[in-house]
């Protein structure tokens, strides 16, 4: 840094005619002033560091000059020594030579400064970025394992192994569009001849929506039982659900008892998709009665519907995840594809129509879903 400030005072001694300005001399100027005063400047550091902006840079001026002038007038000497000029001379050396040098070290010297100012202060706003993306990091690690351990609670509420009984096949998935979902589906066994099927979908995604599926299987739970029917069964939860829902919120739900010993479904639904009824035949049913979602109109009254079963019928359940999903075209893959599915593919057990259902909406979106998926077949042998 000296050699170049010194080829840049040499430039500008040797173009104004200052005296004894050959390189040489010039060099050991700039050397002998660089030196003393960054040791100057160090011992009056205090004097300026740490103060608001301007003060900051008034008391730096002020403290460069007071170290500039004796440290030129100590390089005039070593320079005039080195080349035996008169001391006589010193008073005209110093004011040619040594002023245009104390103007020399002024500009350089607050150059330096505001480059080292600026340099502290991004290596200030570096580090502290850094703190914030470590601190980020750690916080997304700690909520990803949160939402790990929420995904497992959340599996852990739907049925690990689906009830069966006689004459009768279910078969049911579940795949949330994050890590965790609102999406619901249970299968409850009364006895050796009756099951009860329930599928519900939570409005929104994420840890709300999980929260409220986790309220409604336990509500589910405390209040189904083989003598409750579907209807009342809806009325009981939408009581419990209004008294325990935000008012921006709401579910949708679909329960189905089938009994086996009469070939029956009876269903009550709360705003939910129909479910779609295969009758061997070809023909598709939509099971379309029902009333609003749970969560919005305390006492409500549900209707309870009732269909007969025959061999060979399939009965499918699903949210809004399936029939919505879109592909790279825009359309939706809607009830009337789906019936259409289970139609030509109706023969297939439980298990393997839902595995066609599933892979065959996969393929429609490519993939992409945008919302949790859900799906629970009846099979009737």
């Not at 560091?49 to 001026?61: E, G, H, I, K, V």
């Not at 703190?131 to 690690?141: A, F, V």
């Not at 995904?151 to 579940?174: D, N």
């Not at 009876?266 to 049913?285: D, E, F, M």
Request: with cysteine.
């Amino acid at each position: 840094m000296f050699f170049a400030a010194g080829i840049a005072l040499f430039a500008i001694a040797w173009a104004i005619g200052t005296p004894f300005a050959t390189f040489g001399s010039v060099l050991l100027y700039s050397f002998i002033v660089g030196n003393l005063v960054s040791l100057g400047m160090g011992w009056l550091s205090p004097f300026y560091m740490n103060r608001r902006f301007p003060f900051d840079w008034l008391a730096y001026l002020i403290c460069l000059f007071g170290a500039a002038v004796p440290s030129s007038g100590f390089a005039v000497l070593a320079v005039m020594a080195a080349y035996r000029a008169p001391l006589a001379s010193f008073s005209s050396q110093f004011w040619s030579g040594g002023r245009l040098g104390i103007l020399a070290v002024m500009i350089v010297g607050s150059i330096y400064h505001a480059y080292d100012r600026t340099r502290v202060k991004l290596e200030s706003h570096n580090r502290e970025l850094q703190r914030t993306l470590e601190i980020g990091e750690t916080q997304s690690q700690l909520q990803l394992q949160e939402l790990g351990k929420a995904r497992e609670i959340q599996e852990g509420l739907l049925p690990k192994r689906i009830p069966q009984i006689r004459g009768y096949e279910v078969a049911g998935t579940w795949q949330p569009a994050r890590v965790v979902g609102g999406d619901y589906f249970d299968v409850l066994k009364f006895g050796d001849r009756t099951i009860g099927l329930c599928i519900g979908d939570v409005v929104g995604q994420g840890v709300s929506a999980a929260l409220l599926m986790a309220n409604l299987q336990a509500s589910v739970r405390a209040l189904t039982a083989e003598d409750v029917s579907t209807g009342a069964l809806m009325e009981k939860l939408n009581n419990v659900i209004c008294n325990n829902i935000a008012p921006d919120k709401f579910i949708t739900f679909c329960y189905c008892k089938i009994d086996a010993a009469r070939s029956s479904l009876t269903y009550a639904n709360a705003g939910h998709w129909s479910p779609v009824l295969l009758r061997k035949s070809g023909k598709a049913i939509l099971l379309e009665e029902g009333g609003a979602p749970l969560g919005i109109f305390a006492d409500r009254k549900f209707e309870e519907m009732e269909m007969q079963l025959e061999s060979g019928d399939r009965l499918i359940l699903y949210t809004d995840g399936v029939t919505e999903a879109t592909n790279a075209s825009g359309e939706e893959y809607t009830v009337p594809r789906l019936s259409a599915l289970g139609t030509r593919w109706i023969a297939l057990s439980a298990s393997d129509l839902l595995e066609k259902i599933r892979s065959e909406v996969s393929s429609f979106c490519d993939g992409s879903f945008h919302d949790d998926v859900t799906l629970v077949v009846l099979a009737v042998k």
